[in-house]
């Protein structure tokens, strides 16, 4: 799952022209895009889990303590308010465990090799 690479920021080139295009080296922008990642990517995370344990989104909501309407902003890639602690819950739930990796920011590491 992911919509990054090593090779550039996104697997698509279409993609990586269309974001070079509109954000390049905008922080603002770069931060808002990066934002918007990483909630599409945890509202894909938590549907995959749900649908993988075969469950709907109430009887997630039931395992987790919260109400399905949650889980459904959860699995809402326009929602941003997903935390590490709900994750975290969910997975729990669903006897999985959360792994989190810290990469190195691609853009940079372009700067670097090039200096």
Known sequence: MGLATTRGRFKSEALQHT???LVGDDPQRQADVEQEIINV???QLIFDMR?????TQRALALKVGTSASAINRLESADYDGHTLAMVRRIAAALNR????????VVAKARKRRAA
């Not at 649908?51 to 469950?55: F, K």
């Not at 465990?97 to 190195?104: G, S, T």
């Open 19 to 21: 974001y070079e295009q």
């Open 97 to 104: 465990r959360l792994e989190l990796r810290a990469v190195p």
């Open 51 to 55: 649908t993988g344990a075969g469950l």
């Open 41 to 43: 990517e945890a509202a």
